[in-house]
């Protein structure tokens, strides 16, 4: 006879099912029904693994500068987090952090002019919608201060008097 999980026999016909098999079936059929990737079966994301962030003397007119990395992981928000720009962001960050707190993972740093910043432990959680870097310039700069990345492992945000540029690096 073959065993039983609950009430549901694994045999078929005279030929018993191992639950071996099963296993690797049931993991293709969530897969391939959309569902999310559970936390067991992550193993590595697709995300940023490290961040470099370099500002000069006059990074922000001398005056620190908060810089935000924001993983989203929650389809629902992720339309209204690509229309902000880094000023809109960075008013509604708690409520955002308040209204989805497993829907978006928020790092974030504050840099004096002319520091340097590496950041090797920025993995990308599981499930990964999209990335953004928000940075938060004094005054109302020209620019949107709001970058989306897509699918790199690692970069180089340098930032300037009133916005930043982005460098992925190769490798």
């Known amino acids: 006879m073959g065993g039983w999980i609950g009430n549901w026999s694994l045999t078929r016909g005279t030929h018993p099912v191992s639950r071996n098999r099963f296993l690797p079936v049931a993991i293709i059929l969530l897969s391939l029904a959309g569902c999310k990737t559970p936390k067991l079966l992550c ?7 490290r961040l ?9 007119h001398g005056r620190p500068i908060a810089i935000d990395l924001v993983y989203v992981t929650d389809r629902k928000i992720l339309a209204a987090i690509e229309k902000l720009k880094a000023r809109d962001y960075f008013a509604v960050r708690t409520q955002l952090q308040r209204d989805y ?13 002319g520091q340097q910043v590496v950041a090797d432990a920025v993995a990308a959680p599981c499930n990964l919608a999209s990335t953004f870097l928000f940075a938060d310039f004094a ?3 020209p620019q949107e201060n709001r970058l989306r990345l897509h699918k790199v492992k690692r970069g180089t945000l340098t930032l300037g008097e009133e916005g930043f540029s982005w460098t992925p690096d190769k490798g």
């Open 101 to 113: 707190p497993t829907g978006l993972t928020i790092r974030g740093w504050e840099l004096q002019a």
């Open 52 to 60: 470099t962030i370099t500002s000069s003397a006059g990074t922000n």
């Open 43 to 49: 193993f590595s994301s697709s995300g940023l693994q």
């Open 139 to 141: 005054g109302d700069p």
